[in-house]
């Protein structure tokens, strides 16, 4: 009876593991409309007369979020393990939310591309930081399925991006667009002042085990695992600081490493190549724009059921498995998009597809940096792989928009989309059996073992 109700523990979420959930969701709710709204507004900034935007210019302002983006990202995992994860979210949120409204009343491009690569600053600390709490505060054996939960917030984000556009943009024009994007600062900050905890990993990490014991009790985790975690990861530092980038990249751990940020260049590259240019190139195969952002609208409903199975898959079979299935799956969706299929069910399946191997794969491979970790570098090693995946978001849509100023077809776009999808599936193929204490442990072990929390 009592191992029943242990396991039931594991594997099943309390109201106090809900409400950090539920409080990551609603920042990743916003962090994927301020991603996926500049792809909305790409058609309309076209036609501004005011600024005589060229495809070139459009992909290059496009790119300015993701390198707001990386910059984000790698500081925060560093400020984060330093000095609270839960205080760099807020500041990022913050940041972000400001410098929406900066793009809603820029007069300029210039000033435009600017506000742009503020806003992706304080993006880019939200998602490794609310990925980093979820994982921490969700049930050892359902991390994956739980992180997803929260991951469907930025698909919902993209739904309403879409959603709203399709109605605000032809009445009110695109500037409506961003002002939605100051709706976090009103709401979601305050509610994580007041109500989301901070890391336990962070706090026992700091000697603050009073705090760490409270929380603990409040949300039902053992403290006792958590504290032979933390033992067992003082005695691997060996007197070195393993909140550094030389951690990450010692011996042990440099292959993979560098896999996941090759395999997170892959994914930005798709999720940010399509989610800037996508409905403009179905209007250049000769879409409406409302038929346009349609797809726009489809790609973030196939996520999300991608998202739900892949994380099923990772909890069964192991991060590995998962996203490099995920990968083929963008791969084999895109070919197929690329000889531009005459039936629009078809086409719309494919799309929804591609969201299931692109934007869900970029998510698997976080929760598989999550959990492949020490908890102590863990935020540190999530923000680095997204933020040098970064480079692939920045690149991605330059690269979409040459084409698309070459006025080139579907095949060519769609064909750079999928051959991006088979080289990521090849990087994490090859990425190492994650390690414990020295040990090599296979990436399905550590999806369904037992494993302490803060791993």
Known sequence: MEASMENTKKTSLN?????????????????????????????????YQQWDMTP???????????????????????LADRFGRKKVLIIGATICAVFMIGSAIAPTPEIFGLSRLLTGIGLGTVMPVVTILTLEYAPTKRRAFTTIIMYSGYQLGGVLAALLGMSLIPNMGWRAMFWVGAIPLLLVVPLAIRFLPESLAFLIAKGKKKEAVRIAERFEIPMEELEKEQKEENSMKNGKEMNSIGSLLSKGQRKS?????????????????LGTWLPTIMMKSGYSIGSALSFLLVLNVGTVIGSFLGATVSDRWGHKFSCTIS??????????L??????????????????MGSIGTQYLINAYVGVYYPATVR?????????????????????????????????????????TGLIGAIFILFISNSTKNGKSVDSSVIANKDIPTTN
């Not at 990968?327 to 197929?336: E, I, N």
């Not at 330059?398 to 579907?410: E, R």
Request: glycine fraction near 14%; hydrophobic fraction near 60%.
């Open 15 to 47: 109201s106090g593991t809900k409400l950090v959930v539920l409080l990551s969701w609603l920042f990743m709710i916003f962090e994927g409309y301020d991603l996926l709204v500049y792809g909305t507004i790409v058609p309309s900034l076209l036609q």
């Open 56 to 78: 070139t210019q459009a992909g290059r302002y496009g790119s300015y979020v993701v390198i707001g983006m990386l910059v984000g990202a790698i500081v925060a995992g560093m």
């Open 257 to 273: 490493t560098l896999l996941f940020w090759l395999a997170s260049f892959c994914g930005l590259f798709l999720v940010f190549g």
């Open 327 to 336: 990968f083929v799956v963008a791969f084999t969706a895109f070919l197929l």
């Open 338 to 355: 690329s000889f531009n299929p005459s039936s629009m069910l078809v086409t719309y399946l494919l799309i929804a597809a591609a969201g």
């Open 379 to 419: 935020t540190t090693a999530l923000g680095w792989s997204l933020g040098i995946g970064r480079f692939g978001g920045i690149v991605g849509p330059i690269a979409v928009g040459l084409l698309v100023s070459m006025s080139l077809g579907t095949f060519w776009h769609f064909g750079l989309f999928a051959l």
